[in-house]
Every structure is written in C-alpha cells, then in structure tokens.
C-alpha cells in the first residue's frame, strides 16, 4: 500500500472495516466478472464439440451451419438435441455450458405423456386437467393433436399434414362421436409417442430448467443472467456519461460563477421540473426504444442532481487560498479545473457513484415493467416483474427476480454507505 | 329510478310534436337533385313487397326481461357524440354500433334480408332503386317517433361541415343516389350506382333523430359532447348515465318498439347494462370471479385455463363457453411493405413465408386453440377460394428462396447476405398488448432460416402511425372485416399504393389501407372488374382470382383467426338453445341472453358461504364451426 498516500489507505482500511460493504463490493465484483463470462456460463452453443473426429469451439466461433457438422439442415443445429443424437449413435460428443439456454432462446417444454392406471393421461405433473397430447413429425411439428379433459379426451382431436389440419374428430365420454369431413377414416385412437406440452411458464425442474421459463419461453437462469448483463453493459455506458456532463458543468458554474451560474442554474431548473416519467412515455411514443435510446434519457435527466452538488462543492473550493494562489501564478482555467477542484471533489463522486448506479438499476427494471423499456425479447429484470405480476401463480417467475433485484440494490446501498462512512471527514478526525 | 320515470314521462310528452330545421328544409330544396318529395300515388305500381316472414326467430321465447347486467370497461368514452372527434372511441360499439338498427338487417343465421326499421321492401325492375315501408310504431330511445324526414335528416346532418365527420360526409355524399319521400312512412332510396347488392347497401341507411338536433350548429362538437344520442336501439345513456371515469350505465327503453317485432322480441333482455370502470384486465378478471361481473371474454389462454383452478368454477357457479361463431376472418398476420428495400423482392417475401412460424405460436403461445389463417380473405362464405393455404414454416423451403434472391453467404452470426453485402436483417413491428410476448418465437424460428427480424413494440398510436405513414418494414396487423365481400381495393389498389408527384416520381402513397405498398397491375385491374361486377358468379371467379393473386404476391404472411368466442359467465346469466347465433362475435351484439336476478343473491351467499353447488361446467357449442 506505499505507492498509496496515507489518507486513501485510511479510507480503505475504513471501508474494510464496513464489512457489509466490503463484502458486498466483493460479491458484486465477483458477479461481474462472472457475467463477464457470458455465452461460456450460460448460452446454447457448446464450449467443445467433437464430431467425426473433428473438435471445434462453436462458443467461440459462433454460427456453425449443420452441413459443415455432416448434418442435413443449413442452419444451426439444436445443440442439445444433438448431443443425445451423438451419444446414441456414437459418432462424438459435446460439452455445454452449465446452463444449456441462451437469455433469447425461446424453449417448448415437451414432455412424454402417459397413461395411470385408470388409463388417464398424464404428465410429469400429474393428470393432465385440460391441455392437448400429440404426436410430432421429425421435422418436430405436429401430426395428430387431442383434447385431453380430466385425463381422456374430450372434444377436438386433429390430424395434420404440412401444418394443415385435414380432418378432425369430436370425442364426447372418450369416444369419437363426429368426424370431419364425414368420409374421414383416421384412427383416432391415441397411439405411438405421445408428448404433451407444458405452457409457459413452465414450473422448475422441468428439461433442465433450474427456475422454470416465463411467459415467452425462456428459461428464468439465463434471462436472471442476461438482465445483469444488459444492466452492468448500461452502468458502463451510463456511468461515465453522468459524471462526464455533471462533473464538467457542475464544475464550470462553481469555479467561474457569475453570469454563467445564473444562466446555468434558471436552465437546470427548467429541466428538473419535466416529470422524468411522463418525458419517458412521450419520448417512448416518439423514437424506437433501444438500450442506447435509454440511456440516452436517462443520462438526459440524471446529472442534474450531481452537477448540482459538484456546483456548491467547485464554489466553495474556489475561494480556497491555494486557487487564490496558483491563479496568481499565472494557472489558467482548465488547469485550475483540472488540478485543483475536481480532485478536491474526489469525494462526492466517489460517494455518489453507487447511488447513481442504484438508480440506473431502479430506472431501467422500473421502465421495463411499465412496457417503456427494452422490446420484449431483450432479457430484463423489470419486464420479468411484469410477468409475474400478470402470473400470480408463477412464484418462480416473481421469487427469483425479486431476489436478485433486491440483492443488487441493497449490495449497491452498502457499498455506498461504506463510502459515505470511509470519505467522513467527522469520522476520520476521531 | 323515480327520477329515470319522471325523464321518460316527460320525453313521453313531448313526443307529440316532431320539429322541423328550416336550415335542413332549406338544404333539401338547394339539393332538388338528390332530395325527392312524392305522393303515395308515385308510387310504381308493378312493385313486389317483400318482409321476410319466411325466416325463422332466432332469440329465445323463455327469455325474461329485467335485472342488471354487470359489465366493465377500461375507461369512459370521451364523448357521448357520435360523430366528430373522439367518437370513434372503443366504447362507440356499446353505444351505437350495436345498439342502432337500419332499414333492413341480415338474418344471423341464414344472412337472408329482415326487415328491421322498414317492415316491408321492393325493388324497381332495373335494380336502382329500392323502397321502403317504414314501421309507424318505431320510436327514438326519446320517445319520437321514426319517421321518413328522419332519413333525409341523416344526409344533411352527415355532409354539413359542422359535424366534423369526412369519412361520413363523404360517404354519404358518393354511396347514395336520391331519396325519396312518399308519406311519413314510405321512402325509395337510388343508389349511385350499378353495384352489386343493392339492396342490402340501400337498407343500410339509418335515421338520425332531428328532433334531437334542434340546436345542431357550429358548435355541434362542444354543445352536444355530453349528450347521448337517441338510437333507434333498446338501450339508451341517461342524463346521469355517465359518470366520467367511474361508470356508464345504460338503461332498457320501457316498451320499445323491437318488443313486438318477429325477430327483434325476447331480445337485449336486462333493464340496465352497468359498465364499471376496471382499467386492468386482470382486475376485471378477479371482479369477475368474485361475482362482480356478470359475464366476461377469457380469450386468453392464462384466463380459459385458469379458470379451472378458481373455487368459482370448480364449486360449479361459473360456466366457461366456448362459441363457434362463422364470420368473416380479421386477417391477423405480418404485413410486408413491398415498397422497401429487399422486400421489394417475391423471392425475398416468399423465403419470409416459410422463414415465419406461425404455427408454434398457435401451438405453444395459444395452446393449439387458434388455427392457422390460410390466406387474407378468409372466412367470407363462397367467395373465399378454399384451396389457398399458408406456406408451412420450414427453414430449407425458406433458404431456396432466399438463395434464388441471391443470398446464399451466411455471415459470422448465422444470417444470410448477398453479394453487395446486404443482410437479411428486417424491423419488426408489434403493438404492446399481450401478442408481444411470442414476438421472441417468430424471431428465434426466424433466425433458424437465416433471417434477422429486429423487434420493435410500439404503443398502439404509435405504431398506427408509423404503419400510415408507410415507414414501416413489417408489422403485425389486422384489419376488421364486416363483410363477406372481398373489399381488396383500399388494401391491395395500386390507387392506394403510389402517389406520383409533380415532378413524375413515384413515392409510397400515405395515409391509405394498402400497408403491404402493393401495386401490381395485374391485381389493380381485377379489383377493379369486382368492383364493376353484378353477376354473382364472375363475383367469385373474380374474387378468387385475386386470392389466388394476393397469395402469389405473398405481401401478406397468415398468421391465426380466431375460431369464435369464449367467455365465462355466472349461472344466473341465462343463454339461449344453440348458446348464440351464427354471426354472433360477442353475447352482447344480438342480446340473447337474459338474466336470473333472484338467483344471482342466492348463488352469491351460497359461493361466499363456500357452498359446492355442482360439477365444473364447461359449453362447447360447435354447430356454426367451419373447418
């Protein structure tokens, strides 16, 4: 720590000394660096794949065509498919990541269906109470569909060929009762493999979905991951954006005052009395929202509050005897900026960093789930908020994410108050 | 209710004397061209009259009057008026649209000619002109009675420009050729025209009540925004009928005119209909299953299926019911501007047909209840040509076509280029309602076939205009279809596609209903023959024609129809044989039901009390079903 001067090893030890921030600073690091991974924790391209003696990284490499794998179709393979496919006909092998599911893979959860006892289908659930059981084609469509009630079938059950339903049958007490078109000869009698499928969102533990899949499809682990991910990529954008305009300006009206202060101030106030959520919706109506769109809002309302408090800390510090002094010196203004006052104001960025960051959190979950935020298919906490409000009954899809939400900011609040506490000139004299 | 009485009694008296707008007087005799008055001896003598006894009732004859029907709305209408800005709000249908009647009606069910507010109807020989016996016993929810003037009253009040109405102005100016008015009760109405179904487009024409547009003038919009237009309907909005943000209340017409009608009798059977203000849909949903709300659509999967773990349903109070209506098909699908780079290109669109999959959606997002639409024109009877389906999703069909369009390179992240470098990377534009949540399926099946779609929620305004405006590449859309004749030319014209400007170019035509930018000219000029056409037979030759040519052009991906309704209703909400009738898109549009208002304070006690009353029940009723 010599290459530190004593204060800041003061303060860190101070901050240690915090050991809920300290930790939380650790935990959130650590995530970080997790989610830095990526496709290689969570995605659903294979780490290592060997095929035909052939080893490649699709991680790595991105999109691979199933013909250059020796398979028959253009496009990407499924890779979880194929890895049972290989290891039936022997011809590789593959690793996935530990969480097989891309944040915007859209998965059908397709179990086999089954007969109890009493001859009454069911699912890895239980009795299937009103849902449909069905055969699939091997292009993974659907061949013949019935109506399951209570377990037997019970109203409409189709026959389709190229997607196109060409005959029905109605079952009334478990027996076909009508046929359409009337010549029709179908064997209605449910047989071969028969699949059901469960609706999104599906439950936990279902075809490798630690915490279920929402509305949509996708499974909660990887949508969890890819919301933190989009979170921390908008901090980075977010961040230094904030402090760039609010330190700078805030700065300037302090140092130079006068007129320029005045101008300044009349303006900001102006801009902080816009209602931020109403100027979200219109501008929501207005433009096409995109992450960069967001940001670009959000950053439009968020540095008012810190060029404010920069502004009082750059007045308060220009009138120190050493500005006095290096001015005199001949020091001009970008230097004294530069030198003198933003150094002098280390502690209020420092300090307000995490609660700028709490906030940015806070915006984008809070936009999502009003519906101004990020399109749909975007992973995201808040429009998973959204979700489970609409899905009472779906706790996997409300526990989860509150966690998280809930843990990132009190993670963020700690760290912030073990700033406020290791940078408090009171504290330190004692 | 005293107060409700007193209002009724007073409309009652003044009933007597019907007014006349000298301003409206003046207008007719300005236009003598289209504004006839003749007498009963006028009329040609050689006329066939025709009332339509020959269809059967459709409503049920056990069906009792009175109670409150308890219903829901997002939020009060932002005007009372009928026409001019803001009337066309989502609660004009509960106001006017089905709760007006014209001078004929369709048969529900067999889509023959009734009579409604004319009792009886001829043509002239050469097919122009159509005439009308009107029912003298027929009254305005006010009391007035209907009368040949209030006929003429509908042109004038429609074309002035202190309605502030173009669409209707213009309609109303180009779709009718003259009236006629013989006595009080017997009008000829000439078409404009030769077209077909005259009859049924002369029997369109509804009265306006004139009494009650005494001080209709340029302030028309302020003066009557809070005034509730008297209908020739069963219900009419009271003076303190709406209450702005909390309710709207609509109350039966004691003795209407309908309730002596074939046809119109045992029908729009609760006294009040009481629309409380419930801005979630989920709200409404759980006010429902506390027995809040009489009757309500569970559409949604979440709401059908869930139903069947809700104590209201398993104790056997609340009856799920699934309608197969046969109407015409809204063309729910992704509309592809052809006037946009690549997509300007068949091979492209048609590589985006089979790249497009439609089908999962109905599979996993509807669970199979929805089916796939074949094609734009769907469901319109004999004019639909029934050998047109979809192209089935399949990534090998769609890479043929993409690769005929020249894009056979596969970029880094699996989407297709062609050789200038361009990818096949197109925006997709959807509204926020609950359809964006299998956006993610048709983006992922998508990308399978090499095709990048880049999705885009919009609020539904938004999105309306940007779609108007022509700036959009594709969009998930639907229009509303009222009719089983093929209306192609605002949507598919080249009329509609192409505007030329002053200096000679070409630019896509805003502000009309062809969103696909179609403009060929091969389809134009079918259009345009169907439109000219009378004869039923090359009708449909024609209009299978153009399907057959709307789906080579492939601007319009099918994407599912809707096969009827489902709702779940409690069971002091009484439902007819047969549940509804064949046009039926909602219970409330022909008002069959009735209710059971002892029963609903029986069966509420009994529910809150935790009482089981029965089995789960659930109606099916399939016999309008069509595929």
Not at chain 1, 80 to 98: D, H, S, T, Y
Not at chain 2, 46 to 61: C, N, T
Not at chain 2, 326 to 337: A, E
Not at chain 2, 353 to 382: C, M, P, W
Request: hydrophobic share 40%; glycine share 8%.
């Amino acid at each position: 720590m010599s290459f530190l001067d004593p204060i800041t090893v003061q303060r860190f030890d101070r901050f240690r000394r915090n050991r809920m921030g300290w930790w939380s600073l650790l935990t959130l690091l650590a995530l970080s660096a997790l989610a830095l991974l990526g496709p290689l924790l969570v995605g659903n391209r294979p780490l290592m794949l060997n095929v035909d003696g052939v080893t490649r990284f699709p991680v790595f490499e991105g999109f691979i065509s199933g013909r250059d794998l020796g398979l028959k179709i253009e496009g990407e393979p499924n890779y979880r498919l194929l890895a049972e496919e290989l290891k039936q006909n022997g011809r590789g092998w593959l690793i996935m990541p530990p969480v097989p599911f891309a944040p915007g893979e859209v998965c059908e959860v397709m179990p086999e269906a089954s007969r109890d006892a009493e001859g009454r289908w069911q699912d890895p659930r239980g009795i299937i109470s009103e849902g449909r059981i069905f055969t699939l084609n091997t292009d993974g469509t659907r061949r013949q569909a019935w109506t399951i009630i209570n377990g037997r079938p019970e109203g409409d059950a189709r026959l389709f060929v190229e997607g196109v339903g060409i005959a029905r049958a109605k079952f009334a007490n478990g027996k076909v009762v009508q046929r359409v078109p009337a010549a029709d000869s179908t064997d209605w009698e449910p047989q071969g493999s028969l699949r059901t499928q469960v609706p999104s969102p599906c439950p936990p533990g279902l075809d490798g979905h630690w915490l279920g899949t929402d509305e949509s499809g996708h499974d909660i682990v990887a949508r969890l991951f890819g919301g933190f991910r989009i979170l921390l990529l908008s901090a980075l954008i977010f961040l230094p954006c904030v402090y760039a305009i609010g330190l700078l300006l805030g700065a300037a009206m302090g140092y130079f005052g006068g007129w320029f202060d005045m101008v300044c101030q009349r303006l900001m106030e102006i801009w902080s009395n816009i209602p931020f959520l109403y100027a979200i919706i219109f501008l929501a109506s207005l433009l096409e929202p995109s992450l960069a769109i967001l940001i670009f809002i959000l950053v439009a309302f968020s540095w008012i509050g810190l060029a404010q408090q920069l502004r009082a800390a750059a007045y308060q510090i220009s009138a120190r005897d050493y500005v006095t002094a290096s001015r005199a010196l001949g020091a001009g203004h970008a230097r004294i900026i530069w030198r003198h006052i933003l150094p002098n104001c280390a502690t209020i960025i420092l300090t307000t960093l995490p609660f700028s960051l709490h906030g940015l959190v806070f915006s984008l979950s809070a936009l999502d789930y009003l519906g101004f935020g990020l399109p749909p298919t975007e992973p995201s906490w808040g429009n998973l908020l959204q979700q489970a409000k609409e899905n009472w009954d779906a706790w996997w899809i409300l526990g989860p994410t509150l966690f998280c939400l809930v843990g990132t900011m009190v993670m963020i609040n700690s760290i912030g108050e073990a700033l406020q506490d290791a940078f408090d000139l009171r504290r330190a004299q004692k | 209710m005293r107060t409700l009485l007193a209002f009724l009694f007073v409309l009652t008296n003044t009933s007597a004397q019907t007014y006349e707008d000298p301003k409206a007087a003046a207008y007719y005799a300005e236009h003598k061209e289209f504004f006839h008055f003749g007498k009963l001896t006028d009329l040609p003598k050689d006329l066939v009259w025709q009332d339509g006894s020959e269809q059967k009732e459709f409503a049920d004859p056990r069906a009792v009057r009175g109670g409150t029907l308890r219903q829901f709305t997002g939020s009060t209408p932002p005007t009372l008026r009928r026409v001019g800005p803001n009337a066309n709000n989502g609660f004009r249908g509960e106001l006017y649209d089905n709760n007006d009647f014209s001078l004929l009606s369709s048969h529900p069910n067999t889509e023959e000619t009734i009579p409604a507010l004319a009792t009886s109807w001829a043509m002239s020989a050469d097919g122009m002109t159509a005439y009308f016996r009107l029912d003298p016993n027929a009254k305005f929810t006010d009391g007035q009675p209907i009368t040949a003037d209030d006929y003429f009253y509908t042109f004038y009040f429609n074309r002035s420009p202190w309605a502030k109405a173009d669409w209707y102005a213009d309609f109303y100016t180009r779709e009718w050729g003259s009236i006629t008015k013989y006595d009080a009760y017997t009008i000829a109405i000439k078409a404009p025209r030769k077209r077909p179904y005259q009859l049924e487009r002369l029997g369109q024409l509804i009265p306006l009540p004139r009494n009650f547009f005494k001080d209709f003038g340029p302030n028309y919009e302020k003066l009557y925004n809070d005034r509730f237009q008297p209908t020739t309907g069963a219900y009419f909005v009271g003076p303190t009928g709406l209450q702005r943000e909390k309710s709207v209340t609509l109350t039966r017409v004691q003795d209407w005119w309908g309730d002596h009608r074939k046809f119109y009798r045992h029908r729009y059977n609760p006294d009040i209909i009481e629309y409380g203000v419930i801005r979630e849909m989920d709200s409404a949903y759980a006010s429902m299953l506390a027995g809040e709300i009489d009757l309500m659509p569970i559409m949604m999967p979440r709401y059908w299926y869930g139903t069947n773990e809700k104590k209201a349903y398993q104790n056997g109070y609340l009856t799920k019911a699934q309608f197969f209506n046969d109407i015409p098909r809204p063309p729910y699908g992704l509309y592809l501007n052809t006037q946009k780079p690549l997509l300007s290109d068949l091979d492209v669109r048609v590589g985006l047909q089979h790249a497009t999959d439609f089908q999962r959606v109905i599979d996993g997002f509807y669970r199979g209840d929805y089916e796939r639409l074949n094609q734009f024109s769907e469901g319109l009877g004999k004019f639909t040509e029934p050998s047109i389906r979809p192209r089935r999703y399949s990534p090998e069909l769609a890479r043929a076509a993409f690769a005929k369009a020249g894009f056979t390179r596969v970029g880094n992240d699996g989407i297709l280029m062609n050789a200038a470098g361009e990818r096949l990377s197109f925006r997709l534009t959807f509204d926020t309602s609950d359809r964006r949540k299998y956006l993610a399926t048709l983006v992922e099946s998508a990308r399978r076939c090499g095709v990048e779609y880049r999705p885009e929620t919009l609020e539904r305004t938004t999105m309306y205009r940007k779609v108007m405006e022509k700036n959009h590449d594709i969009v998930f859309w639907a229009w509303s279809v009222s009719s089983r004749l093929p209306a192609l030319w605002e949507s598919h014209h080249t009329d509609n596609a192409v505007e030329k400007l002053a200096d000679g170019r070409k630019v896509p035509k805003r502000q009309t209903n062809n969103i696909t930018g179609v403009d060929d000219p091969e389809l134009s000029k079918l259009i345009d023959r169907f439109r000219e056409a009378t004869e039923e037979d090359e009708m449909i030759k024609l209009s299978h024609a153009m399907e057959r040519r709307i789906h080579d052009l492939a601007d319009f991906i099918p994407g599912f129809k809707v096969p009827g309704y489902r709702i779940a209703h409690w069971d002091w909400v009484k439902f007819p044989v047969g549940f509804d009738v064949r046009a039926a898109e909602d219970p409330g549009q022909y008002g069959l039901f009735w209710l059971d208002p002892k029963q609903r304070e029986v069966d509420l006690k009994d529910f809150r009390d935790g009482k089981v009353r029965g089995a789960p029940k659930t109606v099916i009723e399939d016999r309008w079903r069509t595929e």
